[in-house]
């Protein structure tokens, strides 16, 4: 139903930064969660930030000042900016887009398909 593409995953130096973008299609809904995700070996997938279709966004702590997410000029494409990178941002990073299912009103999340971030010191 809905499928995202994440791009601008690389490698940096600490203290660098990077922006991350995501674009959405498909049967896109106005009503939507966009969101970041990342993922380390050995430890859980943590959610990074998230943006509500009304502008309403919220971080991790572990990531509250250096990261901000935010809506293209088009509804179906956002970002990560990430600054003031740290080697513990190191991770592969997922896109997310929740919205409720065609038929059932039922809320579904969809992945991306997953960018490294890696961050040397």
């Known amino acids: 139903q809905v499928q995202l593409v994440e791009s601008g995953g690389g490698s940096v130096q600490a203290g660098g930064s990077l922006r991350l973008s995501c674009v959405a299609s498909g049967k896109i809904f106005a009503i939507n969660v966009m969101g970041w995700y990342r993922q380390t070996a050995g430890k859980e997938r943590e959610l990074v930030a998230s943006?509500?279709?009304?502008?309403?966004?919220s971080y991790s702590e572990s990531v509250k000042g250096r990261f901000t997410i935010s809506r293209g000029s088009a509804e179906n494409i956002f970002s990560l900016q990430m600054s003031n990178l740290k080697p513990e941002d190191t991770a592969v990073y997922y896109c997310?887009?929740?919205?409720?299912?065609?038929?059932?009103?039922?809320?579904?999340?969809?992945w991306g398909q997953g960018t490294q971030v890696t961050v040397s010191s």
């Open positions: 997310t887009w929740d919205q409720e299912s065609l038929a059932g009103r039922v809320p579904t999340r969809y």
């Open positions: 943006r509500t279709n009304t502008g309403f966004t």
